[in-house]
């Protein structure tokens, strides 16, 4: 789900900057999937420099979508992080006879 959900937001934030930057700078953001490039170097905030918004709604875009990058690949982190200590406070366990919750005592099928 988080893989499509950033693919989908590639699209849209490809397709708005080109529309911010493609009068600005018809060479580097020529085309929406030019731009595509610039989106997922933004996203993963690798960020190398190439292609940098000029435009003052385009550099407004690209810091809201740099802090996005952030949190996208955060949460699904936040998440298996979690799963994982739950895994393995669990399954340290002692998987031995069921106990009565109230006195202690084993109790018997």
């Known amino acids: 789900v988080s893989v499509m959900f950033i ?3 590639l699209v849209v934030v490809s397709t708005l900057m080109y529309y911010a930057e493609n009068e600005a700078q018809p060479n580097s953001f020529s085309s929406i999937p030019a731009t595509m490039w610039w989106g997922i170097e933004t996203l993963t905030t690798v960020g190398y420099g190439d292609m940098v918004p000029i435009t003052p709604y385009g550099k407004l875009l690209g810091g809201m979508i740099a802090i996005l990058g952030i949190g996208l690949f955060a949460l699904p ?5 979690s799963g994982l200590t739950e895994h393995l ?3 340290g366990k002692k998987k031995g006879p069921k106990r009565c919750p109230h006195c202690g005592g084993e109790l018997h099928e």
């Open 7 to 9: 693919l989908f937001l």
């Open 77 to 81: 982190a936040g998440i298996f992080s």
């Open 89 to 91: 406070h669990n399954s």
